[in-house]
């Protein structure tokens, strides 16, 4: 693919290594001449070093031919800049970073592919770690159903015990699935004969999210 | 609880956000006075404004009575300190942002619950959006397993089977799971007999990750 | 009518001069603290210090009645983004700034009427004054057409004579019209037989623009 | 010609290209150094990075031998200054950018031909668009007349008239003059008898200025 | 005297401070504002805080009442530009410090008076002082005579002479005036049998200007 | 002579151009980069870019066989630090610029030759200029003598009148001395019949000072 | 004592801080403006915001009274000129911080007491560190003599012999005297039949400086 | 050895000087670039300019097989970060600087050799100075004891005596040790019949610390 990625910051460095480690031919531009430089010297890419607003440095980039804009920057009236010179010249997939949630139907009117802003899950993450400190890393699914990890502390209650006997036990509340069971670096499906060991990764859909019913079920009382 | 929270940027103040909204006794430390006067101004919060990594100042914000100590700020040093006086004062939840992986040891070391760098995070969704633009929320288990969200398309070889049926014709490959179905804003756990229809969101668990596969099943061809 | 202004610069404060001498109700976005408070102190309007690329900015500046939305930035995707926000909530007048005329067919789109960069109009204006010193204003017409002012010089070859002997005599090319004589303050439309005097100002149409031929009958030889 | 351009700002630099379109020789004078490298590279002229504000640097700039100077920087003492030396040096012509409009009198002393702040036209530009938004372009004559742009709307009353029926039906006011109608891509000079179709641009000149009455007879209504 | 004085730097106080004292009418008109706060907290004058390169500005400060126009900023531009204000509302007595002294004519045409650069004026003193360093103070007159003052040391040749008496034996060259004698602290003008002592301060008149033969007749040899 | 400078901004310069004009055996010692390279390319001289305030550095610039050392900087304790070193070196002659009239004693007691702050000085002369602005130049002597420079105008009462003449008519005041007159470029030292004429440039001792009397004398009445 | 203390940095904040809780009437000069408010608001004591190099400014904070002077800043030439104010003023006790070793004799041709460079200092003691990791302070005498501390450690050689049995063992070089030995918290002066202990704090004088001798005798080998 | 010096500062560069003075094989980490190039200009060691608070500039530094790390920022979490992470990769020999005493036990914890900052040392010595002039270096030791040197002066108590004589006078409190005199430049220690002389620099241990009846007995009286 031809990839154009605007901005080269914290943000967009990390794009542009997996993008260059996939061997797709990037081109990246930046505004700042240090960190433009600096991209040009560790990574396998082209860098223009120029504000991206401008057709013509979108045209310089090669937009006319790109398969892929990916727009990393931290102002939002850039990135729909950039997203509207993408739709103006058919580039196929067009993803933007979106930095104040409102902004959201602009981009989606463009038909952009938008991430939300890395600050936003960031505090999500921080918090949610306070919260449930045993939970390692969730998924939000439509209707406050989640999906999260545990590791199965030594001693806890579910700890040792078959999925159907865990249940018979009422440690989990309803709707509940084990997903997946990460033991000494193996994943697998569990069936209801499958048991859960302490130091267990569990993989965990609950339909109505993450509670400390749950939680305790998995820390050592 | 009694929250101590350091950094009053973009991370920090959507944890300010939550925590106070939650209606915790938060004491924000903010380094720049401009920050600290609006986070005073927006929030129901205690806000000193001073460098956190200061030993005095961690007195001064109630180290000694704190139940979680939250460290947001972009530099690693400074956390990691703040992290040590947490653990000196015998904080029982320690959680810092972290800003280069390499790092992640020595916060272990301490027991610090660790939250990835924004900018690392949201840089691999940036990609993964490109990589595959039908899936909209992801995440990664141990071993090469993934989670994920997608939505039907109309005219999907998916649409209108049932699972048992989308199996036999080899639409999934093997240890594939559907977690759930949203359909009309109602979440449901599939049975073998449930179908999927277009504008179905559908989260999957796949053993060996998203494939194109996969994705081309949802997908109108 | 209810005008929002972004932008309270050099070219941002001549509007809001002209809208307030004319009783609009006018709300002014200003990001520069200094600018907002001397606009606040000048003109009677409301001043809003903030970064109008942002939708709760606008809505502030209560973007959902205004008739009208004129933003003066010397950044084109802050005028594309506030034109966005105007269109999105049915402001019937959208007027904008535009610093790089590449950019017209993105304002086009969306239905905005742009005025071109001062700085571009400028540099035609002061080149023109060195290639026709005479020539006092100008305007260009589709197809090379133009119509411009000149001040007539004692012991022109034009001074004293009627419009039909200067045409007789060849002075003006064909299909130049003199649209306007002005003499001693006062504007005459005239005819035929209308006289052409030393100092007056003449504003005239010619299809294929100022020549020296043009000029050079109204400067003394 | 041999002109000397002092400034490469936004509105200097589009000087520079006119003139050196047209093949004068040109020299550039500039205080910013990263402005002056810029020019040097862009432009076939010749740029000094200094401030123009000094004999020493206008004589090495060939002032004696200099046709023309155009002075456009942003501070009316040094375009004045400047202006002077050229008076000294007998320039022929002398052009200024002018920034305060109170300081036209001290230009006009000299025998400088000045051209008003790009910011000042700018923004009565992007005002009267919002009063006349179907003006596109005017130029403003002495005692009131102006001269403009318009493009006939599909379903305008005088769509599809003669100037003579036009007339008699009263659309437009006395003293109003169709100077010129552009119709696919051509200009005609209007008699009685043309017509006037909706799409044309029609060029008018009315002694009174701009008004409702003559807009609405060229808007759908 | 209504004296208005541009800049209120290190030259300018100076100038306010003598001004203030023999009791005129003072306006001062500085940009910079913490210089404006401190010259109006101390010296007895109004002071506007703005730049005054503007009709606006001076108009404010009173510039038609204006008997005297003082500027002293490091601006030649500046200068100038104040000087043709000062030069249009006829005010009397016009004085400005002049930068570069190649700049002198275009004041000289405005019939300003200028005092040539602090620093070029500072320069020559401290050179003159290592070229003859028992010179105290000194002042050129045109074709190369000067006049200085110099303090007798003790043994010098000419201690305990008569003026007749160093005359005929040779100490001073020809057009050599001794002017004046300062002897403990009481000024004399001499005459022939005037003697000059040890300790004395003469001023002393020479038509080719001090050269060595004339200094070491007052030093100790 | 060997002369090592310290400083080589406007003061500096100058007195850098007349010492090398001299051909003097000069090096400079400037802390400023631009400031430092900018001196070594115009003058021949050596130039040590570091700050003059270290023992280092002025034995660098070899202070132990300079003949002269001379300090211009703005700041009285550098310049005070530097005469230390040079008197601790025995430099022969030290001059030093001194910015605040009262640190005199502190360079007086060093045994350093000072020069009077620029901007003291010519604050004086700006403000003489708009007391007497017939007097071009000045000398203050010790108890309120002065000398200064004249032209003698069209018309004025001296003019045409012998010494004699204008003395028994009064005009000019007791123990006052006509020093020389420059006429046409050449300079005399006048005796009792000399006349004075018009446009004659005068040099005037006054034992109290310039007053009204005497300009007057001088001026058309 | 009535003391003056120059400079607020972090230097001058500890003697500050020492001198104020010895309750002796201190004023503080200190240039910026944020460290003397600063000052001020902490410590007892009053504080001028200015630049000290000035003798308007010192004699304001009294110097013709001061019992002592203190100059903390980092600059050798304003501690220079403050000191020789201080003399000037006979002040009696006058004290400097010094940054340059080799601006020693400037100061002590004063007379003032100077303490070296803190970073000096720091430097030579963190290097030290490095080189004898078991010496906790130690002070230079002449002659290369020093006086240092150590911690004997558990199974060192000198652990549980009396100071008679290490020197008969030579364990201790000649001309070594152990000064104290502290135990417990509880400080003595040793005799011969004295012991040491593990865990003692001992301070040592060795006539010829630390060597891996004597630090060899106080670790476990 | 192999050492690592974080920070090329003030402090830094002496320790740097130290160590390449001795040979060792030294790399320098400093942020600041000039910084960066002057040190690698003026010593003998690698540079890398870089911030070291990151696990992969350490392993560029060779962290793995460093001998010391000295680490002297000004930056207490910097240097706390850089102690963990030589801790972590087994560094034989970690010291720091510390700026805030209170972060003692931090590094205490990490078992690194701390060396208090130079900023109090240097307030504590320019204090003392002030309050007992005669002594020139001391060293507090545990329990309040010191160590100091004192000069004798011309006609002091003590001069003159033996030490026997000085105790029986009473001029000297009890558990007051002479450790050491130097007289013309020559060390010796003393025993009871040695004598004091005027001149002598004598190194005192005092049980209570100074006071002044020690310092009076050698001062003039």
Redesign the interface.
Known sequence: ?Y?IIVGA???????I???TQDDHEVVVIERDQKLAEETSATYDCMVINADA????IMLEAGIQEAD?L?S?TE????N??IS??GK?YDVE?L?S?IN?P??M??FG?LGV?I?E???????????R??QR?TIR???????G?E?F?LTVEEGAPIAGLSLIDADSEGLLPE?T?I??I?RD???N?PRGQSDIQADD?V?I?V?NGASDRITDAFRES
């Not at 607003?53 to 013509?56: E, F, N, P, R, Y």
């Open positions: 693919m990839i910051g914290r943000t967009g460095s990390k794009v290594e997996l993008a607003a401008s057709k013509d892929a990916i990393t102002s939002d009236s850039v729909l800049m509207m010179l103006q997939t993803v970073s104040d409102q902004h139907d602009l009117d592919n991430v802003s890395p600050h936003e899950l960031n505090g999500q993450y921080l918090y770690t306070v400190p890393d969730f998924m939000e699914i439509g209707s159903a999906i990890e709707e699935v997903v997946a990460v670096g193996e994943l499906i990764t993989t859909f339909k």
